[in-house]
């Protein structure tokens, strides 16, 4: 099996198991998970654990044999240690922090044998990663206070970074191949200024200069709705497979204006705009991408049936339910974060449903 194949199946597992968990402890008001707050183990294996899983798949799709059976079994590991709280804390550190360095090297080719742009940029992607949860770790053994909260701001501005590069150049350039005319979907004059201010958010979120952090956030926004207005989604309409890649970039842009916005002024709850780019950013980024390329490698269509969009229009109410309501319907709040985590676990239920048969399936013999 390619590796892109347990990947990806795994993560929309683990997408639905995970949140599954978070929305039955929210049920339930369950107050601790062995040493950690139920809030605490369901950020860790969101960003962790799920967009990992992910970035493997990406990554891993000309690999296949021992090294993606091996990388595989670390993640399955690592996901099993945190979920059993009763094991020495320092023995899940080991097993979850073994997954990143293990994938980049046992990837083929190897990451640092590529100069070529953007392959190199996931050598310190995954090193900085690996560093963001040593130190949400070293939090929960009594190590580092206040660990948990800087590792869990490192990767989500990390998966930031990723997106306006690795999606800014996907999502114009699969609009370009549907013979959309794009003058530039490789722009790399906004692509620079981009990578220059997400560093500077994940800088001022570290120090946690909030006035730093509103202005990044902002113009990092502004940005993106400049790259997004060049890439003619009007036009996109007709073919869903590519509107919710749209859609999904659309989301960054949001979440970032709401966390500028929660930054500068309060009124905004941080927690919502982080939603606003894990659920409506990543979350929909991921699931239109990982049905597209499961249907590439499978030499199937990359078009969007009807249970297709029924999954897509149920990651957007989730985004819309998780990080927007919230905050018009105060006196809501639980009800609809339930609803938010029901609507994300039916939509990556679909994925499994329609994509899985082909994740799972062996590659027959070549001709």
Not at 85 to 111: G, Q, S, Y
Not at 257 to 277: K, Q, T, V, Y
Request: aromatic residues 8%; glycine residues 12%.
């Amino acid at each position: 099996m390619k590796g892109h194949q347990p990947f990806f199946f795994l993560a929309g597992l683990v997408a639905v198991l995970q949140i599954g968990v978070w929305v039955a402890s929210l049920m339930t008001g369950a107050a601790m998970r062995g040493n950690l707050l139920p809030s605490q183990f369901h950020a860790h294996e969101m960003l962790f654990g799920y967009l990992p899983a992910v970035v493997a798949g990406f990554l891993l799709s000309s690999t296949a044999g021992w090294r993606v059976a091996l990388l595989s079994a670390i993640w399955l590991a690592g996901r099993l240690a945190i979920a059993f709280p009763a094991l020495p804390a320092p023995i899940v550190a080991a097993v979850d922090l073994a997954f990143l360095p293990a994938l980049a090297l046992l990837r083929l080719p190897p990451l640092w044998k590529s100069p070529k742009w953007p392959t190199i940029g996931f050598v310190p992607l995954l090193g900085c990663l690996s560093l963001g949860d040593l130190l949400w770790h070293l939090d929960a053994v009594g190590g580092l206070a206040g660990g948990a909260r800087a590792g869990e701001w490192l990767a989500l501005d990390l998966f930031i970074l990723m997106i306006v590069v690795i999606a800014g150049r996907l999502v114009p350039g699969y609009t370009r191949a549907m013979s959309i005319p794009i003058r530039k979907p490789k722009d790399p004059g906004r692509e620079i200024a981009s990578i220059l201010l997400g560093l500077g958010l994940l800088l001022f979120d570290q120090i946690g200069w909030e006035i730093g952090i509103g202005l990044s956030a902002l113009a990092l926004a502004g940005l993106q709705l400049w790259r997004l207005a060049g890439w003619r989604t009007a036009e996109v309409l007709p073919r869903p497979a590519l509107l919710v890649l749209h859609v999904g970039f659309a989301w960054v842009v949001l979440g970032l204006l709401l966390r500028g916005a929660a930054a500068l002024s309060g009124r905004i709850a941080e927690i919502d705009a982080i939603h606003a780019l894990a659920v409506g950013a990543f979350g929909t980024l991921t699931l239109g991408m990982m049905g597209r390329l499961t249907q590439t490698h499978a030499r199937q269509p990359a078009a969007a049936g009807r249970a297709d969009i029924v999954a897509y229009a149920l990651i957007f109410a989730s985004a819309l339910a998780r990080s927007l309501l919230p905050g018009i319907f105060p006196a809501e709040r639980s009800a609809t974060v339930l609803v938010a985590g029901t609507f994300w676990m039916a939509a990556f239920g679909l994925f499994l449903i329609l994509h899985g048969p082909a994740l799972l399936r062996r590659p027959g013999p070549r001709s």
